[in-house]
C-alpha cells in the first residue's frame, strides 16, 4: 500500500507563508509526476502545481509567481511554497502521486489532505 501524508497546513495572516509537505510511504519504486491540488468549500478541485520525474513544472495563474512546488527524491517527499498568501488561497490542500511499485504496478494516490486559513 502506497501512503501520502500532508503537513504543514495551519492559520496564516494575509501576506505571510506556509510550507506545505508531502511524505509518500511503501514499496515505492519510482514516483513519477506529483502534484499539489485544493478545494475550497463550494468549488472543484482544482490543479495548484505539477513536478514531473524529469523536474519540469506547471502552475495555476492564480499560484504563479508566489508559489513554488519541489521534491526530494531520496526521502520520497514534495513541498509546495506558499509566500505572499491571499484569503483566496483558503483550502483544503491534497497531495498526488504518480507511483510505480517494486513489483511493477502503477498507483495514483491521494493524501488526505491539510486545511489552509489565510486571515484578512
Known amino acids: 500500500q502506497v501512503q501520502l501524508v500532508e503537513s504543514g497546513g495551519g492559520l496564516v495572516q494575509a501576506g505571510g507563508s506556509l510550507r506545505l509537505s508531502c511524505a509518500a510511504s511503501g514499496k515505492i519504486f519510482r514516483i513519477n509526476a506529483m502534484g499539489w491540488y485544493r478545494q475550497a468549500p463550494g468549488k472543484q478541485r482544482e490543479l495548484v502545481a505539477t513536478?514531473?520525474?524529469?523536474?519540469?513544472?506547471n502552475y495555476a495563474d492564480s499560484v504563479k509567481g508566489r508559489f513554488t512546488i519541489s521534491r526530494d527524491n531520496a526521502n520520497n517527499t514534495m513541498y509546495l511554497q506558499m509566500n505572499s498568501l491571499k484569503p483566496d488561497d483558503t483550502s483544503v490542500y491534497y497531495c498526488?502521486?504518480?507511483?510505480?511499485?517494486?513489483?511493477?504496478?502503477?498507483?495514483?494516490?491521494w493524501g488526505q489532505g491539510t486545511q489552509v486559513t489565510v486571515s484578512s
Open positions: 513536478i514531473n520525474s524529469g523536474g519540469s513544472t
Open positions: 498526488n502521486a504518480d507511483t510505480v511499485t517494486f513489483w511493477g504496478t502503477v498507483y495514483n494516490s
